[in-house]
């Protein structure tokens, strides 16, 4: 089992922003599409961007302009940074890695808590 541990959620005021981040393995890290999803209340999780292993990103058309993510091998860890951030952004944030590694793999974390006051 891989761990995947998100941090960097918490409530900000609409306008502001936050930047998520999500640790794994470096071995897991640099051969995975790493990914951040988010599922607001009853609501069904959506996907909001991901990094291939490559370097090449995709984003939801909701936070294009607005998110960025990267990826930093180095230091085992993705991020999400995020801008002008609405209501509508409120969500929990899920990290999760996707790959092959001999078979393949698809790990999350646990979820991280993004609140964005009016």
């Known amino acids: 089992q891989v761990q995947v541990v998100e941090f960097g959620g918490g409530l900000v005021q609409a306008g502001g922003s936050l930047r998520l981040s999500c640790a794994v393995a470096?071995?897991?890290?640099?051969?995975?599409?790493m990914s951040w999803y988010r599922q607001a209340p009853g609501k069904q999780r959506e996907l909001v961007a991901n990094v291939t292993a490559g370097g090449t990103t995709n984003y939801a058309d909701s936070v294009k302009g607005r998110f960025t993510i990267s990826r930093d091998n180095a230091k085992n860890t993705m991020h999400l940074q995020m801008f002008s951030l609405t209501p509508e952004d409120t969500a929990v944030y899920y990290c999760?890695?996707?790959?092959?590694?001999?078979?393949?793999?698809?790990?999350w974390g646990q979820g991280t808590q993004v609140t964005v006051s009016p």
């Open positions: 470096r071995s897991i890290l640099i051969i995975s599409t």
């Open positions: 999760n890695t996707r790959g092959v590694l001999v078979e393949p793999f698809d790990y």
